[in-house]
Every structure is written in structure tokens, then in C-alpha cells.
């Protein structure tokens, strides 16, 4: 039994897709079947696989039906994190979802998965991300500071929400932790962060995230390990469509 992490599937199996570099970028051609094939072959219907947000470009979840099958059809336990695009996930509705897909699919917000002797916790999360103002040579000299007011409020709220989860596996007994965001953690401003300090709190052992896509995006956040802490990212086209093995 292993636990495996991938972020940003990005199915449109009944939707068109929105992403220029989806549209043209080689690493996402037929990026379905290649996830696909792969999961075969590296996962057992003993494992679990936990998917990190951005799984439909659907506005409902009658514009996700077959990209939820095709999620469900895949090998092992699967555990969806909530990203930024994910529409058909209403953030008040977790617990609506997991009544739906019961024994097929578990909804990561506002709660927590057992996995051994360890839980694992995650929300979206969120990081600012500009605009920022670059001199000549490309180097930030400043940023919309309005823009980053609203994203403290949206940090804010990620922060409550990912301590509920935290507290709801302590409140069980639980005190080994693997912490999921869709988010980085930090944004190219910032070293730490709330949520760095929210994992370090509670002594999670690693922080797993996607969101970042292209070369010059996949190292705007922590990666290896920092204060104890391992940071990875699971984008899918970072890690070319192979799940990362989180634990054994």
C-alpha cells in the first residue's frame, strides 16, 4: 500500500479547453491517456492517489460527468483537493460530494483522510500572484498593493478552513500530518508563509502542491526540505504525468 499525489488534470472530456499552453504545449498532448497508462502500471487497487486540485475545466458537475468517471476508473482510493478551477465544487458543498461519491471518491475540505497512523489534511489555499510592476531588466519593483489586500482576506479564509481540518484529526488522535494545497505555499515575494507556519505548528512531515505550470512557474515556491519539512510539487506537467510517491 503506497499514497501517491498529482495535481492539475485539467479534464474538458465534455468541455472545451481554456488554456492557451494546453492548447499548444507538447507535454499536454494526449495527456489523458498518458496519466492514464501510467497510473496503470504504478498503482494497485490497494493504493491511494490523492489529486490536487484543477481536475475539470466543467462549470457543474453535469459538465464533469466523464471526467469524474474517467477519475474514478483510474487505480486505488482517490482523495480530490479543491483547485481554483474547479467550479463544480461548491466550497459549502464538501460534505454533499462525498454523499454522492461515496465509496468512489473522497472530497478533501473541511475534514480529514485516514491513511495509517498519519491524516491527511489540505485545502485550496491561495498565494498572490500579481500584477507586478518589472523595471528594464525584469527585476519587481512593485505590485497592485489592492490586489494583495484581497488575497490576505482569501489567505485568511483558506488558513481557517485548513485548521479545521488539522484540529478535526488531532480531535481523533492523530498526530502525524500530510498537508495538501492546490496553492504554493509561498508566492515568489514571500520565504514562509502562514501556511509554512500553519505546517510547522502542527509538525506536518510534508506539503504537497500544484498550480505551478510551465519551466518558469515551477520553482516560484519551496521545494525540497526546509524546517523539518519536505515541499513538493505535483503539477502534471511538472511531473510529466507520473504521481509522486508520497509515502510507502
Not at 484540529?167 to 502525524?176: F, H, K, L, N, S
Request: proline share 2%.
Amino acid at each position: 500500500m503506497s499514497l501517491y499525489a498529482i495535481g492539475d488534470l485539467h479534464l474538458h472530456f465534455q468541455t472545451p479547453l481554456k488554456a492557451r499552453a494546453q492548447m499548444k504545449e507538447r507535454v499536454w498532448k494526449n495527456h489523458e491517456e498518458k496519466f492514464k497508462r501510467g497510473c496503470e502500471k504504478l498503482l494497485t487497487a490497494e493504493d491511494t492517489l490523492v489529486l490536487v486540485g484543477d481536475h475539470s475545466w466543467g462549470r457543474d458537475l453535469a459538465e464533469c460527468e466523464e471526467d469524474m468517471r474517467y477519475i474514478e476508473a483510474l487505480p486505488g482510493r482517490k482523495i480530490l483537493l479543491r483547485g481554483n478551477h474547479d467550479m463544480f465544487w461548491d466550497a459549502n458543498r464538501t460534505e454533499r460530494l462525498n454523499e454522492r461519491f461515496a465509496g468512489r471518491l473522497y472530497f478533501l475540505q473541511n475534514n480529514y483522510y485516514a491513511y495509517g497512523d498519519c491524516a491527511l489534511v489540505g485545502t485550496k489555499g491561495f498565494t498572490f500572484e500579481g500584477p507586478f510592476y518589472l523595471n528594464a531588466r525584469g527585476r519587481i519593483v512593485g505590485w497592485d498593493e489592492k490586489a494583495e489586500q484581497h488575497a490576505r482576506k482569501l489567505v485568511e479564509r483558506e488558513l481557517q478552513r485548513l485548521r479545521v481540518s488539522f484540529e478535526a484529526a488531532r480531535a481523533d488522535g492523530y498526530r502525524r500530518f500530510i498537508m495538501f494545497l492546490h496553492y504554493p505555499p509561498t508566492s515568489i515575494l514571500e520565504e514562509e508563509s502562514a501556511f509554512t507556519a500553519m505546517a510547522e505548528e502542527y509538525g506536518a512531515e510534508q506539503v504537497i502542491y500544484a498550480h505551478s505550470h510551465g519551466e518558469a512557474r515551477f520553482h516560484d515556491s519551496i521545494q525540497g526540505e526546509k524546517n523539518g519539512i519536505v515541499y513538493s510539487l505535483v503539477s502534471g506537467d511538472y511531473r510529466k504525468w507520473q504521481p509522486l510517491k508520497v509515502l510507502d
